[in-house]
């Protein structure tokens, strides 16, 4: 059975979400969440890379990182997938917890359920690229290749 998700804050797959609060550790920084790290890479070497990464919260930091007046480092297009594979990569691997609920998964498909985002998610008409879940899926490919522990985390309530 597919795998929605959306909310950070919905159990037990919201942490699917960069918006989740999972920090990640790379390139000598460590950022409050996927979505700070996705963000501010668009703007790599700047001081708006920075502010994205003190942002208070995720959101913050989207619209900060979506600020139509800075201009998006020249290779953007091309380099975005990858940036987003660190990012969950990296998210992961951090995290035995979501590890555990990813790993969980099985060979379910995955999809991010937002109407707004035809490239990251399943968009409007259900035809987006999804590719947030895509990653999702070979990160999950690749934790189980690599025998990476995860423990299930039982949700109260
Ligand atoms: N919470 C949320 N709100 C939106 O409006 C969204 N589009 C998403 N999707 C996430 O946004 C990130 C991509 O941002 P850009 O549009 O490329 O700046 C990525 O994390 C999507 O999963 N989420």
Redesign the pocket.
């Known amino acids: 059975m597919t795998i929605y998700f959306?909310?950070?804050d919905d159990v037990p797959y919201g942490c699917f979400?960069?918006?989740s609060a999972h920090s990640v550790e790379l390139d000598g920084h460590l950022w409050p969440t996927?979505?700070h790290y996705?963000?501010a890479q668009?703007f790599i070497g700047t001081r708006h890379a920075d502010l994205i990464r003190r942002a208070r919260t995720?959101?913050r930091a989207?619209e900060l990182?979506?600020d139509p007046s800075r201009p998006l480092r020249r290779d953007w297009e091309r380099v975005?997938d990858d940036v987003?594979r660190r990012a969950v990569a990296s998210k992961f691997r951090a995290h035995a917890d979501i590890r555990g609920i990813l790993l969980s998964t099985g060979d379910e498909e995955i999809v991010?359920d937002?109407l707004?985002?035809h490239?990251?998610?399943r968009g409007r008409t259900g035809t987006g690229r999804n590719m947030?879940g895509r990653i999702l899926m070979r990160t999950r490919n690749r934790l189980r290749e690599q025998e990476l522990p995860g423990f299930r985390v039982t949700p109260v309530g």
């Open positions: 959306y909310g950070a979400s960069n918006f996927s979505e996705f963000q668009k995720p959101l989207a990182g979506r975005k987003m991010e937002t707004t985002d490239y990251w998610g947030l």
